[in-house]
């Protein structure tokens, strides 16, 4: 393999090893945001074999640079590091697939966000919830015992296909340069009609259904305020007028592209600041404070929690759910169901779970979640690490990761950066 090579040129002194990049998928573990998966791969990938020649490289090019480039690059900024990058988000909450550019590869990396994504997720009936999943605070608790799994399928018909889906509650866009709350807690009125976004499912079936009392899944604990009830009520009573009313004008809908454009670009950049294309560090005088990281709500968009200095500082922002707990209700308690989809870029899962909840006349959430696939990434294949063969050293990860990049390599980045858009082109199944 490449590394026996590495040494061998070392020993033998001749021309310098090549760089090694490319893009490669790894399995992210429940509770760990995005940027910490990225941290935590270069705290194993600086000090290796595998990647010194990148890493020689970035330092022999920082010692060609000027002074003046050097004060530009600014403070905290000048520790060396494989440079790398992830082809979208993945949910705290969340495991599986994470797409990581490393090099050269993270020029390649936005493409990957707009390929087809799988998806499995635990639909957890009864309740709803500020973030339309388990971590956030529930808003309001519904009548489950008439939910049957053939209800369910029934209604997962009206899900296939194309269809405008809403954004989650707290992803809400601006408008008029407000977020949705203000509105609603000033008492005016919301001015006008929530963006929605044009989304496909691909495939959608339900792959297994819990009966009450034969599941672990739970609420959360935490009940929403009043206030957070009400602009709840609010917002979801401007979804439904919205959808039963007629269309925006031309000029509407161009304010709400504008709007969705800026919301993706704040995402985006939000993203950015937390691992800094994960090639900055922390600044000392953020470390000085010993700030503890918030779990983070998914589908939130507050304040992101800061780079962490270490690696697993970022790694537990989803609290834990203890079987022993007692269920927030006194009898058997609600279905859930297990649901695999394939869907297109920009479909918030947990939206789906909040819609599903409602089309049975009930509420729901989002228990769990899984990415399976994204684009030609596949979890359990030999193109998709597994998170903990970082910590069993560079002996066990360092061969994976070669051939991984290799094969990126040779395949053709072009191949593999349009190949996961190739399900878009196809026709999309009839709605019923």
Not at 117 to 132: M, Q, R
Not at 285 to 293: D, G, V
Not at 348 to 377: I, N, T
Request: hydrophobic share 35%; glycine share 6%.
């Amino acid at each position: 393999m490449r590394i026996a090579r590495f040494l061998k040129m070392a020993a033998s002194g001749s021309a310098p090893a090549p760089i090694l990049d490319g893009v490669f998928g790894i399995n992210k573990p429940i509770g760990m945001s995005s940027a910490q998966v990225i941290r935590d791969c270069q705290h194993h990938f600086n000090p290796s074999t595998l990647f010194k020649p990148m890493i020689d490289q970035e330092a022999a090019n920082r010692a060609r640079e000027s002074n003046n480039r050097k004060k530009r690059r600014g403070f905290g900024k000048n520790d060396i590091r494989v440079k790398m990058g992830h082809g979208g988000t993945l949910d705290p909450l969340a495991t599986g697939v994470l797409i990581l550019g490393v090099g050269k590869g993270t020029k390649s990396l936005q493409a990957f966000l707009d390929c087809t994504k799988t998806y499995e997720t635990v639909v957890l009936f009864g309740a709803s919830t500020d973030t339309y999943d388990r971590v956030g605070k529930v808003l309001k608790k519904t009548a489950y015992d008439h939910i049957t799994r053939p209800l369910v399928e029934e209604a997962l018909k009206s899900f296939r296909g194309k269809y405008q889906q809403m954004p989650p509650l707290y992803s809400a866009l601006k408008m008029e340069g407000k977020p949705l709350y203000e509105y609603a807690r000033e008492g005016k009125p919301i001015p006008r009609e929530i963006a929605t976004r044009e989304v496909e499912v691909l495939e959608l079936e339900l792959e297994e259904w819990y009966e009450p009392g034969t599941h672990s899944h739970r609420w959360p604990a935490e009940e929403a305020t009043n206030f957070e009830r009400s602009f709840a009520e609010q917002v979801w009573k401007a979804e439904k007028d919205q959808m039963t009313s007629k269309k925006l004008t031309p000029e509407e809908e161009e304010a709400d592209t504008k709007a969705r454009k800026e919301h993706e670009n704040f995402k985006r950049k939000a993203d950015e600041n937390v691992d800094a294309l994960v090639y900055d560090r922390l600044n000392k005088r953020r470390k000085a404070n010993n700030q503890k990281e918030v779990p983070l709500m998914s589908g939130a968009l507050g304040e992101m929690p800061p780079a962490a200095p270490k690696p697993g500082k970022g790694s537990n922002l989803i609290p834990e759910t203890l079987d022993t707990s007692p269920p927030p209700w006194d009898d058997k308690g609600p279905p859930a169901a297990r649901i695999k989809m394939t869907v297109t870029s920009g479909f918030y899962v947990r939206s789906f779970c909040h819609d599903l909840g409602a089309k049975v006349s009930s509420s729901a959430m989002m228990a769990e979640l899984c990415r399976s696939r994204q684009g030609d990434f596949v979890m359990g294949s030999s193109n998709c690490l597994e998170f903990s063969d970082l910590a069993k050293g560079e002996d066990a990860w360092a061969p994976q990761v070669e051939a991984m990049l290799d094969q990126w390599n040779n395949k053709g980045k072009t191949v593999m950066a349009q190949s996961p858009l190739r399900a878009k082109q196809n026709k999309s199944p009839t709605r019923a």
